[in-house]
């Protein structure tokens, strides 16, 4: 609260105040307050939290025109602040549907009182949550959000027009950092947190913003006109894309308060500021161990992997060691049989393994172990079921 020492203007002392949120009906970022100001208060805009000012409620004194005023700081929560418990889950914390609209209401004395509080602002509660692409019209994979290794994506996040001035949700306002996590993590909404403020970049995780000064600069938290609705770390450029090395489950970070310099402040990288967005499961196989096989020529075989976000449409192909997986535009050609000397569908329709625009690439099915299903024949298909009876 406010006061003027000399014009005999409101005083609330330092004791008996309270304050208290309540939800907002209405819709919209921009609330009227339910009392006018009169002439015998302060100018709300000056009735403020000041960063360094003290807890006492007695605060700073300054000369303005002439007249010596004096105004006070009242913090409200202590030194931990406020935090609204949406649910026990990152999901219910963090990504639920609509904003909220939160009465900031006030007591002065005799808080039992109904008639004793009168609204003082408004807070906003914004959810965030992940975009599926860049923009509507995004019909390429690098224009999609990321899922699968080793395969070039964005990451953005959905801000309602409502929300453009909601703090942590403005232009350029927010940075990304995203970090490996393992699925014994404790997931708590506070432990998620700390992981990410105590993780810096991982240059070997991810291409794109791996550090401090790429995230900053290059991946920046940007909208562009006409679907401002949309936050996308690209900086504005739609060529810049992340692209994960690993499969895994990744946190994906940020933070929404960024110094002059576009770093994140109080500690840059390991700031405190840094909180969860989402959890995201990069699909593909796993790399860390490698997995090896070793098999005799002239011999039929097949073999089994493991990874992450594994599917029925998912295949594998062998090419050359002189190949490259992401060669002729992630189509290699090096499978053929006189790369690799490779044959398919053995032991009876045996077929050597053509180019790609034959008949026969190479492309050998992938069948996932279900509660259902525990094995495939021989040319992986018919699953034998796990029926289990009483």
């Known amino acids: 609260g406010c006061r003027l020492a000399q014009h005999g203007m409101i005083e609330l002392p330092n004791g008996n105040m309270h304050m208290a949120l309540a939800q907002n009906s209405a819709v919209g970022p921009h609330m009227p307050f339910d009392t006018p100001v009169t002439p015998t208060s302060t100018n709300p805009t000056d009735c403020h939290h000041t960063h360094g000012c003290p807890q006492t409620g007695y605060g700073i004194s300054t000369a303005i025109t002439g007249a010596y005023e004096e105004q006070d700081y009242k913090e409200f929560g202590g030194p931990s602040g406020f935090q609204f418990i949406m649910g026990n889950t990152n999901h219910e914390a963090r990504n639920f549907y609509q904003a909220y609209n939160m009465d900031t209401c006030f007591c002065n004395e005799d808080c039992q009182t109904q008639s004793n509080w009168f609204k003082v602002g408004t807070m906003r509660l914004s959810p965030t949550r992940l975009v599926s692409s860049a923009t509507a019209q995004s019909n390429l994979p690098a224009q999609w959000t990321i899922e699968f290794t080793k395969q070039t994506g964005i990451i953005g996040i959905y801000r309602s027009y409502d929300d453009e001035y909601t703090m942590g949700l403005q232009e350029e306002g927010m940075l990304i950092k995203i970090v490996e996590d393992q699925l014994e993590l404790?997931?708590?909404?506070?432990?998620?947190?700390?992981?990410?403020?105590?993780?810096?970049?991982?240059?070997?995780?991810?291409?794109?913003?791996?550090?401090?000064?790429?995230?900053?600069?290059?991946?920046?938290?940007?909208?562009?006109?006409?679907?401002?609705?949309?936050?996308?770390?690209?900086?504005?450029?739609?060529a810049r894309t992340i692209t994960v090395n690993k499969a895994g489950r990744i946190a994906v970070c940020y933070c929404g308060r960024v110094d002059d310099s576009g770093l994140c402040i109080g500690g840059g990288d390991l700031s405190m500021n840094w909180r969860l967005l989402a959890h995201i499961s990069i699909k593909g196989p796993k790399l860390l161990p490698q997995q090896y096989w070793s098999f005799s020529t002239m011999v039929n075989?097949?073999?089994?992997?493991?990874?992450?976000?594994?599917?029925?449409?998912?295949?594998?192909?062998?090419?050359?060691?002189?190949?490259?997986?992401?060669?002729?535009?992630?189509?290699?050609?090096?499978?053929?049989?006189?790369?690799?000397?490779?044959?398919?569908?053995?032991?009876?329709?045996?077929?050597?393994?053509?180019?790609?625009?034959?008949?026969?690439?190479?492309?050998?099915?992938?069948?996932?172990?279900?509660?259902?299903?525990?094995?495939?024949?021989?040319?992986?298909?018919?699953?034998?079921?796990?029926?289990?009876?009483?």
């Open 301 to 390: 075989f097949r073999f089994s992997y493991v990874g992450y976000g594994l599917s029925p449409y998912d295949t594998v192909r062998i090419i050359d060691f002189s190949g490259n997986c992401e060669d002729d535009n992630y189509n290699p050609n090096r499978a053929a049989y006189p790369f690799t000397f490779i044959k398919v569908g053995c032991p009876l329709n045996c077929q050597e393994v053509t180019l790609t625009d034959g008949d026969q690439p190479g492309d050998l099915t992938t069948r996932v172990r279900t509660s259902g299903c525990s094995t495939f024949d021989r040319n992986n298909v018919n699953c034998v079921r796990n029926d289990i009876e009483e």
């Open 186 to 238: 404790d997931t708590a909404p506070e432990r998620s947190d700390l992981k990410c403020w105590k993780s810096g970049y991982d240059p070997q995780l991810i291409q794109g913003p791996s550090d401090e000064g790429s995230a900053s600069f290059n991946y920046a938290g940007t909208s562009v006109a006409p679907e401002t609705n949309r936050i996308i770390f690209n900086a504005g450029f739609v």
